[in-house]
Nanobody, 119 residues
Framework: QVELVESGGGLVQPGGSLKLSCVASGSIHDIYIMGWYRQTPGNPRELVATIRSNGFTTYAETVQGRFTISRDNTKNTVDLQMDNLKPDDTAVYYC?????????????WGQGTQVTVSS
């Protein structure tokens, strides 16, 4: 079992910045994908950014160039630096960690942290 704890959400004005952090604990594997997803009421959860254990990153087109995902394998953390925030970025942001048990992928989720972009 893996536990994910997020921090760093809040209220920010358009154009501002926030940094989300997620720390993983428990049965940590060396091979993983960690990422951030977000969800607004009535909509499915959508991918924001992911980072693999080898450092390879992916971003949603809507955040490319504004958000930066990073990880620290020694601390089992993943951060999401969000710059030039827009009202459309308002959502609950969830940390995710995917590991494998043999060929079976297992997803773990944090409890979510609210990000509100408003003037």
């Amino acid at each position: 079992q893996v536990e994910l704890v997020e921090s760093g959400g809040g209220l920010v004005q358009p154009g501002g910045s926030l940094k989300l952090s997620c720390v993983a604990s428990g049965s940590i594997h060396d091979i993983y994908i960690m990422g951030w997803y977000r969800q607004t009421p009535g909509n499915p959860r959508e991918l924001v950014a992911t980072i693999r254990s080898n450092g390879f990153t992916t971003y949603a087109e809507t955040v490319q160039g504004r958000f930066t995902i990073s990880r620290d394998n020694t601390k089992n953390t993943v951060d999401l630096q969000m710059d030039n925030l827009k009202p459309d970025d308002t959502a609950v942001y969830y940390c995710n960690r995917r590991q494998w048990a043999g060929v079976r992928a297992i997803d773990y989720w944090g409890q979510g942290t609210q990000v509100t972009v408003s003037s």
